[in-house]
């Protein structure tokens, strides 16, 4: 019983914050597989709002990024996407070759004060 209040729950919180996020302008990252969904809503003056889907579950609710004092006006100033796929051989492990596989996106703010901030987004098929 609990566990079917907390998928209720957990799916009522998505619901709403994806209806929010169709409401506003949002920047969206993939996983190559598809499975995790990394999406953030930037709307004017306001902090940057994330969340993390995997299979379409929430893993992160909508959460703001935490830098205290600098999210208060802050405006997108670019984004750009690259793709990553190489094979890189460790030291030791279990495994001979390792695959790096991943889709990046790379935003960059702007606050009232014209502080900058980048951030790297990373997703890996987990």
């Not at 009522?12 to 190559?32: G, M, N, T, W, Y």
């Not at 379409?56 to 996407?81: A, D, H, Q």
Request: net charge neutral.
């Amino acid at each position: 019983m609990m566990k079917s209040l907390y998928s209720v729950f957990f799916l009522s919180c998505f619901l709403i914050s994806s209806h929010a996020l169709r409401a506003q302008d949002a920047v969206e990252l993939k996983s190559p597989d598809g499975k995790l969904v990394f999406s953030m809503v930037i709307a004017k003056n306001e902090a940057p709002v994330y969340t993390i889907t995997h299979k379409g579950r929430p893993v992160i609710l909508p959460s703001t990024l935490g830098v205290s004092g600098w999210e208060e006006g802050v405006t997108l100033n670019g984004k750009n996407y690259t793709s990553c796929d190489t094979l890189w051989e460790p030291v030791y492990g279990e495994r001979g070759v390792v695959r790096n596989r991943y889709h990046q996106l790379s935003l960059s703010f702007k606050n009232k004060q014209l502080d900058e901030l980048s951030l790297e987004v990373r997703a890996y098929n987990e």
